[in-house]
T-cell receptor
Framework: DAGITQSPRYKITETGRQVTLMCHQT?????MFWYRQDLGHGLRLIYY???????DKGEVPDGYVVSRSKTENFPLTLESATRSQTSVYFC????????????FGNGTRLTVT | AQSVAQPEDQVNVAEGNPLTVKCTYS??????LFWYVQYPNRGLQFLLK??????LVKGSYGFEAEFNKSQTSFHLKKPSALVSDSALYFC????????????FGTGTRLLVSP
């Protein structure tokens, strides 16, 4: 089925561990985004990508790494997880001329203990 | 920097009554404004957008939003609320850098009682 899928849906990890959240879209959208959702903060942009091999920082990039070797995949890696990174993470995609219409995955709930 | 404010954490309304979810914005240049909805354990879904043109924008599920430039507001409205409209609503503004980035508000929880 066409769409945007995130995996895993739930993840528990320990402080200091590396963890990677996966995002895959089947629309061949140019743009992809990673947001985190926290109570009182709404959604904050972590990283985004305008095309394969083009990525840039968002509002809260510290402690995160992204890559985009293929148009359809946009993994987010926490290099050394901290408790402050406990959050719900959303991946989204949009067409180049989508004028702000983002298509979101169902999220990954990450808990760092 | 672009920003949006949603002054109400929660809005309560009875089914069948009109609803309004408030949003104010701050932008440099022309505003590109959006409303998204989030149901439990799901990602956000696009409802409607204002780019240019008529101040009253119609969107999905019977929702509409009124753009008011003088008051820098973009309130979400629906004439008759449904229990199924209960969800978390986010206002957003397009980042001024020209990319597709959106800046989201903190969200407003809408509770529609039977």
């Amino acid at each position: 089925d066409a769409g945007i899928t995130q995996s895993p849906r739930y993840k528990i990890t320990e402080t200091g561990r590396q963890v990677t959240l996966m995002c895959h879209q089947t629309w061949s959208h140019s743009y992809m985004f990673w947001y985190r959702q926290d109570l009182g903060h709404g959604l904050r942009l972590i990283y985004y990508s305008a095309a394969a091999d083009i990525t840039d920082k968002g509002e809260v990039p510290d402690g995160y790494v992204v890559s985009r070797s293929k148009t359809e995949n946009f993994p987010l890696t926490l290099e050394s997880a901290t408790r402050s990174q406990t959050s719900v993470y959303f991946c989204a995609s949009s067409e180049a001329l989508g004028l702000g219409v983002l298509h979101f995955g169902n999220g990954t709930r990450l808990t760092v203990t | 920097a672009q920003s949006v404010a949603q002054p109400e954490d929660q809005v309560n309304v009875a089914e069948g009554n009109p609803l309004t979810v408030k949003c104010t914005y701050s932008v440099s240049g022309n505003p590109y404004l959006f409303w998204y909805v989030q149901y439990p354990n799901r990602g956000l879904q696009f409802l409607l957008k204002y780019i240019t043109g008529d101040n009253l924008v119609k969107g999905s599920y019977g929702f509409e939003a009124e753009f008011n430039k003088s008051q820098t507001s973009f309130h979400l409205k629906k004439p008759s609320a449904l229990v199924s409209d209960s969800a978390l609503y986010f206002c957003a503004v397009r980042d001024g850098t020209g990319f597709q980035k959106l800046v989201f508000g903190t969200g407003t929880r809408l509770l529609v009682s039977p």
